[in-house]
């Protein structure tokens, strides 16, 4: 088969050219959106998170099979097309659980002790401190929205720094009973949170989930922290706020200029551990499709072949 690989970094061409043998590899550097100008017949495609999958990118493969993104998020694939042709797509679901959770955290840091500030003034032999005056995160209450592999990492180390933590789940999740986290309604969560953590996927369900209509449900003082997805936080409310967002996603970064926001290039995932489990289970994923076997992690909105998806 033939198989495209977009977003490529180097060791990630190392890595599946070391593990899919017999098989034509094609890589790029670029997206697919920017690397594909003619029709090309890959039967397997691979991407990352900048590139966009719509129809008139699926025209130019004519012989795909399968989809997959080295990725959690599939925000970035919306297309008819993919239901029309009937084509396998899988996501990598759970590689980011410490890193996302842990950086969540590192920005909250920089937020309630201005280490970022401290530090920049330390280089230049500042030393005066007597503006930085932070807050402990112990005993604050922690609202977490989402309990799935970052949410619920996050519950972890918030009950590390001995931190109440409220959850707002779909579904009520083991690690609920797991370390005693009070399980609560969305409005609960907001109304009693220090600090807001939001670890959703981005679903019709979840875009502007804070919004201006329950905005005023939150403490004045709250801190948000949002690592998952820029669409969750309505934009408007970033220019009517005063309170500390830590963002590691924006959906404008027209507000990343304002005082009052942390913001760091989507790079939350960005560590060794979670590179390898990206390409672990991406590889996961693509030999069960070659090997004509059920996905780790297939897209039950699109799969169509007549195995049982988990």
Do not use: W
């Amino acid at each position: 088969m033939k198989i495209a690989f977009f977003e490529m970094k180097p060791e990630e061409k190392i890595f599946f050219q070391e593990h899919v043998k017999n098989h034509e590899l094609f890589f790029f550097e670029d997206t697919i959106n920017e690397a594909l100008q003619y029709s090309q017949e890959y039967d397997v495609v691979s991407i990352f998170i900048h590139s966009r999958i719509t129809d008139e990118i699926l025209e130019k493969l004519p012989a795909l099979k399968y989809l997959q993104t080295r990725s959690t998020g599939y925000d970035h694939i919306k297309c008819t097309a993919l239901y029309r042709r009937g084509l396998v797509v899988s996501n990598v679901a759970g590689y980011g659980g410490p890193a996302v959770a842990e950086f969540a955290f590192s920005l909250l840091l920089n937020a309630t002790r201005q280490t970022y500030i401290a530090l920049q003034r330390a280089k230049q032999r500042n030393f005066d401190y007597s503006d930085l005056q932070g807050i402990e995160l112990f005993g604050k209450t922690l609202g977490i929205l989402g309990l799935g592999t970052i949410g619920s990492q996050m519950a972890r180390i918030g009950k590390g720094f001995g931190m109440n933590v409220l959850a707002y789940s779909r579904t009520k999740k083991p690690i609920i009973d797991e370390l005693h986290l009070e399980f609560c309604d969305l409005d609960t969560v907001l109304k009693y949170s220090d600090i807001l953590m939001i670890a959703l996927p981005l679903t019709p369900a979840t875009k502007d989930i804070i919004n201006e209509k329950n905005v005023n449900t939150l403490k004045k003082e709250v801190i948000i922290v949002n690592t998952a997805r820029g669409e969750v936080i309505e934009d408007v409310l970033y220019g009517k706020m005063k309170n500390i967002f830590c963002l590691d996603v924006i959906s404008d970064i027209k507000y990343i200029h304002r005082n009052n926001i942390l913001y760091t290039p989507h790079m939350a995932y960005y560590t060794k551990e979670a590179l390898q489990r990206i390409m672990k289970i991406s590889l996961e994923n693509l030999r069960a499709f070659l090997n004509e076997k059920p996905l780790p992690n297939c897209l039950k909105l699109s799969c169509k072949r007549d195995y049982d998806l988990k």
